[in-house]
């Protein structure tokens, strides 16, 4: 760990070069290197909050209990800001465990571990949802993948329901360049279309404006995104059924203080995968468990 207060991080790095650093703020993954760390796998805002003042611009800021704007009212969720307070809680370090695999270098893993439950909120957050939870997110660099799975676990006497997102900032060279597969026939709600409904009826999605699609229910679990038709991420999905995929494009890009440069926007997508079509149920005691892994394809 280095840093204190609210900017603490967490770093690891394996024998071979790779490194994943975590932020207890949001247990934000600001970086993830790959290719013996030559390569930076994530995006991240040169004006991101890396402070605690406010989610983070990019890396994998995690979202729950809600996804996108709560309800207007009458929901458990009403009261908390667009995307929950996971992304801006300060969350507990764990622990770290390696596995060496002595047969294979390429083999070894580190496995961080990061945990929020309800006394870590903060007074707000806990008023606006005041249930009793539990939350274990574990992130394990490979060589060649990062994996991040959250543990969702209900404390408490009575059954809640949430979403969770992980809302993954993906670093490519040039968006023009950029297509998305595996959406193929998949109905999506287009955000930037007023919400309407869609199929994908083209076997690539390219980014040429603002993109805000929520893709439900997809039938096979990788999502794979490739640069001049060249394989880069497979987005592995885990228990979880959906993905959104987000550009804010010029204008939005521009819009927002803390998305550096203006021009970043050529330099990102956003892969999401999560749990956001309807509300997952969690009875008293029990647990779920979702997650990706992202494999860099480089
Ligand atoms: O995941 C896409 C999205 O829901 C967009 O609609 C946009 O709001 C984006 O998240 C960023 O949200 P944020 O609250 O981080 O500015």
């Given at each position: 760990i280095t840093g204190s207060g609210t900017s603490s991080k967490v770093t690891a790095t394996l024998p071979s070069g790779e490194s994943v650093e975590v932020l207890l703020y949001g247990a934000t993954v600001i970086s993830w290197k790959s290719n013996g760390g030559k390569a930076e796998n994530l995006w991240l805002s040169e004006k991101a909050a890396l402070d605690g003042s406010k989610a983070v611009r990019g890396g994998i800021p995690v979202v729950f209990?809600?996804?996108?704007?709560?309800?207007?009212?009458?929901?458990?969720?009403?009261?908390?800001?667009q995307h929950g307070f996971a992304r801006t809680s300060r969350w507990e370090f764990l622990g770290k465990a390696t596995s060496e695999d002595a047969l294979d270098a390429a083999g070894s893993s580190v496995k961080l571990d990061f945990g929020l439950y309800?006394?870590?909120?903060?007074p707000e957050a806990r008023t606006a949802w005041p249930l009793d939870f539990g939350l274990v997110y574990s992130v394990t660099l490979s060589k060649d993948s990062l994996q991040t799975v959250m543990n969702v676990r209900n404390e408490g006497d009575h059954s809640f329901e949430f979403q969770m997102l992980l809302h993954t900032y993906l670093k490519v060279k040039d968006i023009s360049k950029v297509s998305i597969s595996g959406l193929l026939g998949v109905d999506y709600v287009d955000k930037v279309l007023n919400a309407t409904t869609h199929k994908q009826s083209d076997a690539s999605v390219t980014i040429t404006g603002e993109v805000d699609r929520v893709y439900a229910s997809?039938?096979?679990?990788t999502t794979t995104v490739l640069e001049s038709g060249t394989p880069r991420f497979d987005v592995v999905r885990d228990n979880l059924q959906d993905t959104v995929v987000w550009n804010p494009w010029k204008e939005k890009a521009a819009a927002m203080?803390?998305?550096?440069?203006?021009?970043g926007f050529t330099e990102m997508v956003c892969v999401e995968v999560g749990a956001v079509n309807g509300w997952q149920k969690l009875d008293k005691g029990e647990v779920f468990e979702g997650g990706q892994t992202i494999k860099s394809l480089l």
């Amino acid at each position: 760990i280095t840093g204190s207060g609210t900017s603490s991080k967490v770093t690891a790095t394996l024998p071979s070069g790779e490194s994943v650093e975590v932020l207890l703020y949001g247990a934000t993954v600001i970086s993830w290197k790959s290719n013996g760390g030559k390569a930076e796998n994530l995006w991240l805002s040169e004006k991101a909050a890396l402070d605690g003042s406010k989610a983070v611009r990019g890396g994998i800021p995690v979202v729950f209990p809600v996804f996108g704007p709560p309800p207007k009212s009458g929901h458990p969720t009403s009261a908390l800001p667009q995307h929950g307070f996971a992304r801006t809680s300060r969350w507990e370090f764990l622990g770290k465990a390696t596995s060496e695999d002595a047969l294979d270098a390429a083999g070894s893993s580190v496995k961080l571990d990061f945990g929020l439950y309800s006394s870590n909120l903060s007074p707000e957050a806990r008023t606006a949802w005041p249930l009793d939870f539990g939350l274990v997110y574990s992130v394990t660099l490979s060589k060649d993948s990062l994996q991040t799975v959250m543990n969702v676990r209900n404390e408490g006497d009575h059954s809640f329901e949430f979403q969770m997102l992980l809302h993954t900032y993906l670093k490519v060279k040039d968006i023009s360049k950029v297509s998305i597969s595996g959406l193929l026939g998949v109905d999506y709600v287009d955000k930037v279309l007023n919400a309407t409904t869609h199929k994908q009826s083209d076997a690539s999605v390219t980014i040429t404006g603002e993109v805000d699609r929520v893709y439900a229910s997809i039938p096979q679990d990788t999502t794979t995104v490739l640069e001049s038709g060249t394989p880069r991420f497979d987005v592995v999905r885990d228990n979880l059924q959906d993905t959104v995929v987000w550009n804010p494009w010029k204008e939005k890009a521009a819009a927002m203080g803390d998305f550096s440069p203006d021009i970043g926007f050529t330099e990102m997508v956003c892969v999401e995968v999560g749990a956001v079509n309807g509300w997952q149920k969690l009875d008293k005691g029990e647990v779920f468990e979702g997650g990706q892994t992202i494999k860099s394809l480089l």
